[in-house]
């Protein structure tokens, strides 16, 4: 393969090779989590009492939803401070989409802007040196967008080139790298700073029998945001890339766009995952690993290590069982599900941090690996990537 720049597959030691000048990088990364921690064992007492909801039918079925999850612990924008401020929020019909979408909108700013000085700290290199923004949300709406606000907030030069990735749920985050990494090979030098941000206040809402969906919801997100750095080429000595970024494919299937649905109404958002969403994945994820993994000749799905963003636990039961792989190798995606919970476009990074301490500690044999998310489409993005010494 070494036709192709792309080094020895076989590489040496671990496997890991030394990074090519022209492919994007990931440079730094961070992370940031609101102060109200949401422990599973606790969550329904939490949820109804908040909700003044009595029935056993629906505590009954939101007690076993949350021990499907494997979700232990998660965080939230929502508090007992924000319903005594809006008790409006927890009365079934009520026009709440004002307080929704304020309370949305601050909490996204204070959040990625968190996660950015996180990233931006880690990496060592001034502020100005960023070029582009690439911003990634599916709970705010309005003009200007977040990006802008972020920007202002984070003191970017004003010529820094921004990009919004707006309501693409689950699959933001893959899809926010894949943007940032055609930036950055496409723009000499630059620096792409990658801002995810969500929260699941805009679907917060009272429970009800005509809206089974919602205690899906409530069981499974979370809220919070992430940050990655991402350059190509120019790499300083006070830049420290553990992954690069070799080639990104992302399809829709066709026919699926009701599987993953939502939309926004005056009580909020009104969100609805279908139950064939793991079969409807499965369908298709093979031929999209195998389209990536062609690149460089890659036939096992075992000689990977894998990134996957963990939309539920029942997703990635039938990948493993789908691609026939070992119990280790969604480790970290699990990991990741079970201390956050899914928090949409975010939860790929927070695999991601995994993954660096594990190729850090030179845990992982593989040089290639694979990124994976789904969101509504059904659309799916895959990256494959490789571990730099």
């Keep these: 393969m070494s036709g192709l720049g792309l080094g020895n597959i076989a590489g040496e030691g671990n496997g ?34 908040g909700t003044s909801c009595n029935d056993p039918t629906t505590r009954a079925k939101l007690e076993r939803l949350c021990r499907s999850t494997t979700v232990r612990t998660r965080y939230t924008v929502m508090s007992k401070e924000l319903l005594d401020e809006h008790p409006e929020l927890k009365t079934e019909g009520t026009p709440t989409l004002t307080p929704h979408l304020d309370i949305c909108n601050a909490a996204v700013l204070e959040l990625g802007a968190s996660a950015a000085r996180a990233a931006l700290g880690e990496w060592g290199r001034p502020v100005a040196d960023i070029t582009h923004l690439v911003y990634i949300s599916s709970t705010e709406i309005r003009l200007p967008g977040g990006d802008l606000f972020l920007a202002t907030r984070l003191a970017l030069p004003p010529n820094t080139v921004r990009t919004s990735l707006l309501l693409l749920g689950c699959s933001g985050g893959a899809a926010g790298l894949r943007t940032a990494k055609d930036i950055a090979e496409n723009n000499p030098g630059s620096r792409v700073l990658v801002i995810a941000a969500e929260t699941t206040v805009l679907g917060f809402r009272p429970p009800s029998h005509d809206r089974p969906y919602d205690l899906v919801s409530a069981a499974l997100f979370g809220d919070g945001a992430s940050a990655a750095i991402i350059g190509a080429s120019s790499i300083r000595a006070e830049e420290d890339p553990f992954l690069e970024l070799e080639f990104s494919r992302q399809e829709f299937l066709p026919g699926t766009d009701k599987v993953i649905h939502g939309k926004i109404a005056e009580e909020g958002s009104d969100f609805k ?50 691609l026939e792989l070992e119990p280790d190798k969604l480790k970290i995606s699990r990991k990741a599900l079970m201390n956050y919970g899914n928090v949409s476009s975010n939860t790929v990074f927070y695999v991601l941090e995994y993954l660096r301490d594990e190729l850090k500690k030179g845990a992982i044999r593989e040089e290639w690996g694979l990124i994976l998310a789904f969101g509504p489409g059904i659309t799916f993005e895959g990256m494959l990537v490789r571990g730099i010494n």
């Design 273 to 322: 995952l279908g139950r064939d969403l793991p079969e409807k994945i499965e369908s298709r994820i093979e031929g999209l690993c195998r389209t990536l993994m062609d690149k460089v000749g890659i036939k096992e799905f075992n000689d990977l290590f894998w990134a996957v963003h963990p939309g539920g636990p029942a997703i990635l039961n039938r990948l493993e069982v789908c």
């Design 16 to 49: 890991r090779s030394h990074c090519s000048g022209g492919k994007a990088k990931l440079l730094a990364m961070g992370k940031a989590l609101p102060k109200n921690v949401l422990h599973q064992d606790k969550f329904v007492d939490t949820y109804l009492h």
